[in-house]
DNA sequence: TTTGACATGTAAGCCGTTACATGATTTA
DNA sequence: TAAATCATGTAACGGCTTACATGTCAAA
């Protein structure tokens, strides 16, 4: 009799978490920031509520247990029926991806609004940023190394890195464009009021 | 006096695609996919939605249009006020960047769970889809190309293209490791159970 | 004595998706 | 006559974030 749950993407996240060793939702925080959380990012709160509603679907078993330098904690343990309801998902080939947006793109697309030194700093920041988390994408990648069975979390951090990289190239390559397009638009006509030819050239393919 | 709203990002966005020319709700919908979608999908309902909040707020102005050979339509067109709160959207440099959610990551990082089979064929759906993606993005880089004003919205499909490719480079490295170490588990011990050595090797960077 | 780690939750509220609902006109 | 395009909305619901709320112990 296998029931046949509609649970979100998070809720079988923070069950796949759990399916990996018994946790509390405070070591599941530290552990899913870490890990998952660079391409599925949890909040704590979040994680509590699903941790209670796993428990109420019969997916997870608590355990509460008393410490003696600390406050009794819970700890979560996925049950049988949580580790059939898991592979269910994972084995689903009609999962969809999540939307992804990004509001660094919606910026450039409306770059032209933008005079050359914002264009500049939000490029910068950008690049910044990503240089930031390919580094420590790669930190994670090399920490993962040589272990054949973690082969899987670690293809995620390079995936990760080949990202940043990507942006970092794409910034080598469309600065100058950018820049040079913004400072001929805050020089030539027009200023830094939006420019007429968008109705006639609205820039789209058919 | 300026009145200062808080808006959420779609508000912005729907704003700043009516500040290129009026257009109604309908005209909008079809110009969002083909353009900002790539990268901040909006759905009609919501447009229609933040249309209306945008027409409350003053920040657009909507005017009835009737027309022979179909239904009237509403055409809704930026106001000063509406100007000015985008471009302070714009320019806000504090803007901090949405979350970004894979699944497909999050079944990677779970790929233990998955057969050889299943897990080539994920794969091979996600490269396949990527292929497609890019080859989409490059066609619109390729016909906004040489119009230097359209730079702006040329430099988000070429990110695009860049992503993309990443990721096809990324398939073609990992997926050699990740069949490898799948056909291991599944031939070796354990068969397709969970296994053990997880709670003393998490996997994980300190 | 104050900061940080450990530990757990509740409440409010917007955000965003999906489904529901309608109807005319043109084209194949 | 069926499908596609034009055209606009409402309603329900769940998802997710943010802020609020509390308390112990160890270390600096």
Redesign the pocket.
């Known amino acids: 009799m296998t029931s046949h749950h509609r649970?979100?993407?998070?809720t079988y996240v923070v069950l796949g978490l759990v399916s990996i060793r018994p946790m509390?939702?405070?070591?599941l925080t530290?552990y899913a920031e870490l890990s998952i959380g660079n391409f599925f990012?949890?909040?704590?709160?979040?994680i509590?509520?699903e941790l209670?509603r796993l428990g109420r679907l019969g997916l997870l078993d608590a355990t509460e247990v008393e410490?003696e330098?600390?406050?009794t904690?819970?700890v979560h343990e996925i049950t049988p029926a949580g580790r059939d309801e898991l592979r269910r998902w994972l084995e689903d080939p009609e999962i969809k991806e999540d939307?992804t947006r990004s509001l660094f793109l919606v910026r450039i697309f409306f770059g032209d609004r933008l005079s050359p030194g914002q264009l500049s700093a939000l490029l910068d920041d950008f690049e910044a940023r990503a240089v930031i988390r390919r580094d420590r994408l790669a930190a994670i990648a090399d920490k993962l190394a040589g272990q054949p069975a973690l082969v899987f979390r670690r293809s995620t951090a390079m995936l990760g890195v080949r990202h940043e990289q990507a942006m970092l190239d794409w910034v080598a390559e469309a600065r100058p464009m950018l820049l040079a397009e913004a400072e001929a638009t805050a020089t030539g006509g027009g200023g830094a009021g939006d420019r007429a030819g968008y109705a006639s050239q609205p820039g789209l393919p058919r």
């Open positions: 649970l979100s993407a998070t509390t939702g405070y070591e530290a990012p949890l909040t704590r709160s979040h509590y509520a209670d410490q330098n600390a406050p904690k819970r939307r």
